[in-house]
Structure formats: C-alpha cells, structure tokens
C-alpha cells in the first residue's frame, strides 16, 4: 500500500483537474490510502467524490508561508510515502512545507505533474522548489522534452499520459446540440471544446469557419468554453458575418453529452500539453481535426483517428474539415478507430497503474 499527499492549488476548474480526480479516486479503488490537498471554495472541492479524504486551505500566492504551514502539517499527520504536487504553486508550497519542523517522518518522494508545453520559469526560486522534485511526471513526450531541455536530467522524468474512462463515457446519453442551440435540422455540427485562451487558438477554427461554410452553407461550428479571448472571438465573428455559423456556447457542464451530437471535433491549439479533451472526444467515437501542437499527434494517429495539419494554418484547418464533413463513412471509421486506440492506450486503469510504478521507485 502506498500513502500518497496530493496537492492542487487551482480555485477555477482546468481540464487537468478531472485527471486529478480520477488519479485519486483510481488509487483508493486498489487500496492506497490518498488525501487530497486542494482550495477549499474551489471547484476541485465541490467536484470531489463523498468518502474523499480531503483538506481545503485557501494558498494566496506560491510564497504563502501560512499555507505552507497547514501542508506541513497535513504531511506530519499522513505520513505519506509520496507527495504529488499538481500545479507549479503546489511544488512550492510542497518544497517550503517539507523545509518546517513539522515532525513528518522520513522524507517523503516529491512528484511533480506537468501538463502543460510550457518552458519551466528560470528566476532563482523556481530552480530552487523543483530541485525539491524527485520525478516529474509528463503528459507527452513532448513535455518530457521541454522539461529536459530546461536542465530536468531524462532520469528524473517520467512519461504518464492522461487517461479517460470510456466506460462512463459509453453509457452517457447524447444531449442533441442541434436542439439545444436551435440549430437546422441537419446541419453538420464541428465542435470544439477548450477555454477560450490563445494557445487553444479558437481565432484560427473561426478563420477556418469562413473558408468551409463558403463550400458548405450548412455547416454549424460550436465553440465550448469560456475565458478571455471571448469578446475578441465575438468580433471576429461579427466582422466574417459568421454569427449564424459560428457559435461561442459558454462553459457546459454537459460539453460530454454534447459531444457525442457532433459530426466532427476540432483542436486548433497552436501549443498543447496533450489534449486529454480529444481523447474525451475519441471515447465519444468522434473523428478529429487537430494541429500538430505539442503532444496532440500523440494522440491522434493521423488518417487512422483523424487528420493532423500544422498549426496556425487556417487553409489546411479548413480542408480537413471540409474533407471530413463531405465523408461520412470516413469519419465513422476514424470516430471508432479513435474509441478503440483510447480504450487500448489512454484508460483510467493504465494512467492509474504507470502512475503507481513511478511511485514505487526509489527517490
């Protein structure tokens, strides 16, 4: 049995999260005592599971000295083998918890997850906290990269893709997006589903939009999420008259549901960690289009799964989309090839057990 610390400092909900959730959940399903250190009014607490052992505390800031404090002591009381820190605060807080007198036992091994493409921050209190980090754990192999290029020896770093449980997914009953947005009968839908934050790139699926509704009038996009990028979206689209096109639906709570009303899902992130929403949208035997960003071509097997065209190109995001839509046999293929590669390569189980094999390595 191994006793694990894990330690989330997120108050809104990131994709990520529900990996953390279900890493957590997996591990007390084979017996490993877990807690779940995470923002008390956050959306991780109120998403958690009854029967969780969970701690809220509220961190400010990653030099929160006082919650840093209330993770020491979670440490001195659980005694936890492992402490697998979610998010670069978490790794600070864990770093300055473990510097207190707080009596925690035997140094426990520090996991570090990194979800994200994104290069490490080089000031002299980042270096400091990850040389806390026994092994970093990476989505891709694409991350596993950019850790290594950013001085993490390859020794210290792990490859643990994200996982989906497809079981859940297959008995979830479709929600019909075309009543639900009062869209024409008919009509092929392109959805995606991200926040609206640059490196997802929703800019280049609206300039793609443009191009394929030229060709294919009936053609709906639906862009799931919400964040900063939404009035310049609402803009852009007024400015290509797409408004009765291109929709910006807000954050969904049934974005799964809905996915499955889909004709095709569209990725068009400029950089991506992995893109654990198009294994949700393979589990949903849905063909995708997708950039070569980051970790996505590791997901999606090009021409088997889906279509992969080079990011920011907005010609080739359409011609992909175009070609799918106008081959619907094609895209049924591609829709359960993608449900059986997910089913094979990227379930629960497997993210959970590759998980438990780095924690059971020496420090």
Known sequence: MITSVHVDTAQTWRGGQNQVLQLVTGLESLGHRTWLVAHAQGELKRRASEGLRFIGFAPRSEFDIQAAWQLGRVLRDAKPDVIHAHDPMGVALTAMALQ????HGPAPSVVAARRVDFHLKRHAFSKWKYRHVNRFIAASRTIADILEADGITRDRIRIVHDGVNVGVIDKLDMVDAHATFWLPHGAPIVGNVAALAPHKGQRHLVAAAARVVRELPDARFLILGDGELREALEKQIK??????HVFLTGFRADALALMKSFDLFAMSSVTEGLGSVVLEAMACRRAVVATRAGGLPEVVNDGETGLLVPPHDDEALAQAILSLLRDRARRQAMGDAGHARVEREFSID?????????YEEKP
């Open 239 to 244: 400015t290509l008259a797409l408004e009765r």
């Open 100 to 103: 207190m007198p707080n009596g």
């Open 350 to 358: 497997k993210m959970v057990s590759d998980t438990v094999k780095v």
